[in-house]
């Protein structure tokens, strides 16, 4: 069945610093890729998404390409602040029409100023 | 404000005390559905509803109930809640054809 590899955390960093926080999928098909946050308390919002091969995703600095060729969509940030500190979801959705997400373990990311 | 509300926000209870979590959307969505959230396991979905009557299983439905009796409200059910189902629940719609879904902010369940 589909499923979505996370990046084990935690992770902390210090502002300013680069981030890259690794995901890997299994499907089948063509699923479109997402990352969720989820800040303290709060439910997740979506962060940014891909829905075909080679497709960046951008958002609040972040970004993620859709690698088919490594099943791969690891987030990235180029500084991070204080207030990226949350928990990031890796999901797909099989394929369109289906509304079911897949998700990782979460990444919990601690920037420490 | 496009919003999930769910009700209520913490609940401690004990084993075998039926409980309802409430869910409702103000965006006119079809598509809803309950994921539970465990450390190590991600979001899992445990039922979804693509319609008003229609409802089907996830992958861990063991145990909860659903209804869509408006297209609005979706509870979740516990019949006879057991200790495996301490968990923060989440509740989520879409609208079809779309990609952004959204989340309520979470029900943190407790069962003794």
């Known amino acids: 069945g589909d499923s979505v590899t996370q990046m084990e955390g935690p992770v902390t960093l210090s502002e300013e610093a680069f981030l890259t926080i690794n995901c890997t999928y299994t499907?089948?098909?063509?699923?479109?890729l997402f990352w969720y946050v989820q800040y303290p308390g709060e439910g997740l919002q979506l962060l940014l998404k891909?829905?075909?091969?080679?497709d960046k995703g951008s958002n609040k600095g972040f970004e993620a390409t859709y690698r088919k060729e490594t099943t791969s969509f690891h987030l990235e940030k180029g500084s991070v602040q204080v207030s990226d500190s949350a928990v990031y979801f890796c999901a797909l959705r099989a394929h369109f029409g289906n509304e079911k997400l897949t998700f990782g373990t979460g990444t919990r990311l601690t920037i420490i100023p | 404000e496009a919003q999930v509300t769910q009700n209520p926000r913490y609940l401690i209870t004990v084993t075998g005390k039926k409980l309802t979590v409430t869910c409702s959307q103000n965006?006119?969505?079809?598509?809803m559905s309950w994921y539970r959230q465990d450390p190590g396991l991600g979001l899992r979905q445990i039922y979804y509803?693509?319609?008003?009557?229609?409802?089907d299983k996830g992958d861990v439905p063991e145990g909860y109930k659903v209804s869509r009796k408006e297209k609005r409200n979706f509870p979740l059910i516990l019949e006879s809640p057991s200790p495996n189902q301490t968990s923060l629940y989440f509740c989520a719609s879409i609208l079809q054809g779309t990609d952004t879904q959204y989340f309520g902010p979470g029900t943190r369940l407790t069962v003794l």
């Open positions: 499907a089948t098909g063509y699923p479109s």
């Open positions: 509803s693509m319609n008003v009557e229609v409802t």
């Open positions: 891909a829905t075909k091969a080679d």
């Open positions: 965006m006119n969505h079809e598509y």
